[in-house]
């Protein structure tokens, strides 16, 4: 339960986004509140189709599809993991995402994120490492509350850049008065005053969100760890992940979208947790 968190963080902040949006709606099809909101919220079901997923959710976390050497790299990795796991390789999909540290994750029901700095820095069996990880996240089903509340992330984002462009064009246009408009230059920046607290206001949803992601997070990694050990790729997740923590460019997955990816635990400490997990958990030592 405790994984539905950042969820319930997010919700109060998403009824007020998702009613904001639903005035114009009204205006045009009287359409009511709640048949709104719950359509909405339905409609976040599409996030956990592949095909959606591939098309949509990869762009919308900032990932795309790998290059041929990128493809070349992944796909010989993943086929190991899928093999182990009695999968097809079609299974899930696979993305890339440009970043100048190590790292991955997994999001909705199907997709599997690596950064294009740990394709091309790390070998077959570290990759297969990581892949075995992300797919420990979709086993285990910690992926469901994150897409959830990556869906309810984007109506609040999406208010809360429209809200500071406003915000600046409000506060230009109240520069621009000379003090003969004086009443109408405090009027700008009243305004500008008011959309910047709205704006703060959908933005620390989110941060407190992430918080509380990041608090629940650590306990799924550990878990996720442990799966890919019974998999048979605890010694290919260690050696990636002392790669990461010898890397100087790794800053231990605090990279990509802050605000819907879920944080990890530090390298150092998973590689502890790792290293007791195959001394006594590990079936194929």
Do not use: C
């Not at 790794?250 to 979208?257: E, M, R």
């Amino acid at each position: 339960m405790s994984a539905l968190a950042p969820v319930a963080a997010l919700l109060p902040i998403w009824l007020i986004a998702i009613g904001i949006l639903w005035i114009p709606v009204w205006r045009l099809a009287d359409v009511s509140y709640p048949v709104f909101a719950l359509a909405a919220l339905a409609s976040g079901v599409l996030l956990f189709s592949k095909l959606v997923q591939r098309i949509i959710l990869a762009r919308l976390l900032g990932a795309r599809r790998p290059n041929a050497v990128e493809f070349t790299a992944l796909y010989s990795a993943w086929r190991r993991v899928a093999q182990a796991n009695h999968l097809s390789i079609d299974s899930y999909v696979l993305a890339v995402v440009d970043g100048n540290d190590i790292n991955a994750f997994a999001s909705g029901g199907h997709l599997l994120v690596v950064s294009s700095y740990a394709v091309r820095e790390l070998d077959d069996d570290e990759l297969a490492g990581v892949l075995a990880h992300e797919l420990s996240h979709h086993l285990g089903s910690h992926t469901i509350a994150l897409t959830i509340a990556q869906w309810l992330s984007l109506p609040i984002l999406l208010l809360a850049r429209i809200g500071f462009i406003l915000q600046r064009v409000a506060e230009a246009t109240s520069h621009a008065f000379t003090s003969r408009l004086s009443a109408l230059k405090f009027l700008g920046l009243l305004v500008s005053a008011a959309l910047t607290v709205v704006s703060s206001l959908f933005v620390a949803g989110l941060v407190v969100a992430q918080a509380l992601n990041s608090a629940v997070g650590h306990a799924s990694e550990f878990q996720a760890d442990r799966r890919a050990v019974h998999m048979g790729f605890g010694h290919e997740l260690l050696t990636a992940l002392r790669h990461v923590a010898d890397d100087t460019q790794s800053d231990d997955g605090k990279s990509f979208n802050a605000l819907v990816v879920s944080s990890h635990p530090p390298a150092r400490q998973r590689i502890g947790q790792l290293e007791v997990l195959l001394r006594t958990e590990d079936p194929f030592r």
